[in-house]
């Protein structure tokens, strides 16, 4: 059974870095941030946080502050690779957590059926939710409509996705395909009115990170039908959607956060910090903003 519907504003948490190690001070301190500004569930060890970077004990503790400073909010954990067994790994480490994050497997390319598969073997080996996660710009691989729309009714513990394919026609089919209580997410902030207008339940949001209480007021807004204000909200956020993506996630973010104070701008190599032009733009968006 579908115990818990994910809806209304979730953030892809940054992972923070003091030097060459993670931040974890940081980190409970922005976590503690997002649940004052009303965010209603937290996606730590996601793209957003440099998960691949990580090692096992930093995923570890990344996740456990993350469950202590979430007061009571869902935390859903982050685990995908492009290995059943790795993911499997993942999940046994991050058990804790109370849901699961599960990218579609990168670079190798599997077809619709293997991905059925994938996704059947890994929701088989938790009693959790399982949340799938289509990025085909990052991992080579698109989750069709056709294939979520078979693990939704199929699998009762895969209880939504996160849609970042930007293929709207695709995410159409699947609210008017999917079963009751299967949660679609956008997973662009910039789609988030347009999606939620069709019948989506929210965002996992990047913009979030850096302007918690006006995403989740931006959100909250669009659920209470308001539509004009929402549309008023997001015409004064677009220049953050834009500014955060100019190089690839998360490294305006990180910037933007380095320029609120909140964090230092370090990333993990193969990531670097964003260029003198980027960090321009987001001084003056942030400046517009507040």
């Known amino acids: 059974m579908k115990t818990i519907q994910f809806s209304g504003c979730g953030t892809a948490l940054l992972t923070p870095f003091k030097g060459t190690e993670v931040d974890y001070e940081a980190f409970a301190a922005t976590v503690d941030w997002q649940v004052t500004a009303g965010t209603d569930f937290l996606v730590p060890l996601g793209t957003?946080?440099?998960?691949?970077?990580?090692?096992?004990?930093?995923?570890?503790?990344?996740?456990?502050?993350?469950?202590?400073?979430?007061?009571?909010?869902?935390?859903?954990?982050?685990?995908?690779?492009?290995?059943?067994?790795?993911?499997?790994?993942?999940?046994?480490?991050?058990?804790?957590?109370?849901?699961?994050?599960?990218?579609?497997?990168?670079?190798?390319?599997?077809p619709q059926r293997g991905i059925y598969q994938y996704f059947k073997t890994i929701a088989a080996s938790?009693?959790?939710?399982?949340?799938?996660?289509?990025?085909?710009?990052r991992t080579g691989s698109n989750l069709e409509a056709d294939t979520t729309l078979a693990l939704a009714r199929d699998i009762p513990n895969i209880v939504g996705i996160k849609e970042a394919s930007g293929k709207m026609d695709q995410i159409q089919a699947i609210l008017e395909g999917r079963p009751e209580g299967f949660s679609v997410l956008s997973g662009n902030d910039e789609d988030t009115l347009a999606l939620m207008q069709k019948g989506a339940d929210g965002v996992v949001s990047?913009?979030?990170?850096?302007?918690?209480?006006?995403?989740?007021?931006?959100?909250?807004?669009?659920?209470?039908?308001?539509?004009?204000?929402?549309?008023?909200?997001?015409?004064?956020?677009?220049?953050l959607f834009k500014a955060l993506?100019?190089?690839?996630?998360?490294?305006?973010?990180?910037?933007?956060?380095?320029?609120?104070g909140l964090m230092e701008n370090r990333l993990r190599l193969p990531l670097v910090s964003a260029?003198?032009?980027?960090?321009?733009?987001?001084?003056?968006t942030l400046k517009d903003l507040f």
């Open 48 to 110: 957003t946080g440099e998960t691949p970077t990580l090692s096992e004990s930093e995923k570890l503790q990344v996740l456990e502050v993350a469950l202590q400073h979430a007061a009571g909010k869902p935390v859903v954990a982050g685990v995908g690779s492009n290995s059943v067994d790795a993911t499997l790994a993942n999940m046994r480490l991050l058990q804790d957590a109370d849901a699961f994050l599960v990218v579609v497997p990168f670079y190798n390319k599997p």
């Open 126 to 137: 938790t009693p959790k939710p399982v949340i799938l996660y289509n990025v085909p710009g």
């Open 206 to 239: 990047v913009a979030s990170n850096v302007f918690p209480s006006a995403m989740a007021d931006f959100v909250h807004a669009i659920q209470a039908g308001k539509l004009e204000e929402a549309a008023r909200m997001e015409q004064r956020l677009k220049p």
């Open 245 to 260: 993506f100019v190089e690839p996630n998360p490294i305006p973010a990180k910037a933007a956060m380095a320029e609120l």
């Open 275 to 284: 260029s003198r032009a980027t960090e321009e733009l987001i001084k003056q």
